[in-house]
T-cell receptor
Framework: AQSVTQPDIHITVSEGASLELRCNYSYGATPYLFWYVQSPGQGLQLLLKYFSGDTLVQGIKGFEAEFKRSQSSFNLRKPSVHWSDAAEYFCAVGTGTASKLTFGTGTRLQVTL | GAGVSQSPSNKVTEKGKDVELRCDPISGHTALYWYRQSLGQGLEFLIYFQGNSAPDKSGLPSDRFSAERTGGSVSTLTIQRTQQEDSAVYLC??????????????FGEGSWLTVV
C-alpha cells in the first residue's frame, strides 16, 4: 500500500524568506502527487498536482513542487513567503488503481513578521 | 452550488447517540469522497462513491459507520452509537469524475463532531 511521509510537523519562517516543505512517498510505480493547503476552519485547497510530464510543477499562489523519482520525493517550494501563507500543508499520493488519495500528516507553517 | 457544502458545521452529541452528516457535492460531480481528520492526524479515507454506488468503502472503521448517496448527488454519513474516539472533523470532497482523469478533488469545510 502507498504511504506518504511529511517529516516536518511544524516549520517557522520569516516573511520574505524562502520555503521548502518535504514530502516523501512509498509506492512502486509513478504515483499521482498533490499538495493541498488548509487554513484554520477551512477546507483543503489544491495548490498543485503532478500526473506526468515535466517534473517541475507550478501551482497557485506562487508555489512550485518538483517530483524526484530517485528520491521518491515531491517537495513544495516558494521563493518568498507571505504572512498569508501561514496554514497547514498536506502532501497526498494517488496510485490510479485505487480511488482514494493517501495523505501525509501535514506540516504546519508559521510565518513571522 | 459553488462549492462542496457540508452540514452541520459543528455537532456535539452524547456518547451512544447516532449522528448524520450531510454532504452536497458540486453540481455535476460524479465522484464523492469522505475523509476523517483527527487532531494532529492526517486525513483518513473513509469511503468513495462513483454515482450512487460505493466501489471503495475500505476505510470505514467499523460497522457503526455507513454512508449512502442518492440521486448521484447528496451523501449522508451515519455514525451509530457514537464513541468518544469518533470525535473528529469529517470532510467531504467531490470531483467531476475520478481524479485519475486529471480532475481536481474539491473539499468542503467539514463537519466538526464532538462526542461527549
Amino acid at each position: 500500500a502507498q504511504s506518504v511521509t511529511q517529516p516536518d510537523i511544524h516549520i517557522t519562517v520569516s516573511e520574505g524568506a524562502s520555503l521548502e516543505l518535504r514530502c516523501n512517498y512509498s509506492y512502486g510505480a509513478t504515483p499521482y502527487l498533490f499538495w493541498y493547503v488548509q487554513s484554520p476552519g477551512q477546507g483543503l485547497q489544491l495548490l498543485l498536482k503532478y500526473f506526468s510530464g515535466d517534473t517541475l510543477v507550478q501551482g497557485i499562489k506562487g508555489f512550485e513542487a518538483e517530483f524526484k523519482r530517485s528520491q521518491s520525493s515531491f517537495n513544495l517550494r516558494k521563493p518568498s513567503v507571505h504572512w498569508s501563507d501561514a496554514a497547514e500543508y498536506f502532501c497526498a499520493v494517488g496510485t490510479g488503481t485505487a480511488s482514494k488519495l493517501t495523505f501525509g500528516t501535514g506540516t504546519r507553517l508559521q510565518v513571522t513578521l | 452550488g459553488a462549492g462542496v457544502s457540508q452540514s452541520p458545521s459543528n455537532k456535539v452529541t452524547e456518547k451512544g447517540k447516532d449522528v448524520e452528516l450531510r454532504c452536497d457535492p458540486i453540481s455535476g460531480h460524479t465522484a464523492l469522497y469522505w475523509y476523517r481528520q483527527s487532531l494532529g492526524q492526517g486525513l483518513e479515507f473513509l469511503i468513495y462513491f462513483q454515482g450512487n454506488s460505493a466501489p471503495d468503502k475500505s476505510g470505514l472503521p467499523s460497522d457503526r459507520f455507513s454512508a449512502e448517496r442518492t440521486g448521484g448527488s447528496v451523501s449522508t454519513l451515519t455514525i451509530q452509537r457514537t464513541q468518544q474516539e469518533d470525535s473528529a472533523v469529517y470532510l467531504c470532497a467531490s470531483s467531476l469524475s475520478p481524479y485519475t482523469s486529471g480532475n481536481t478533488i474539491y473539499f468542503g469545510e467539514g463537519s466538526w463532531l464532538t462526542v461527549v
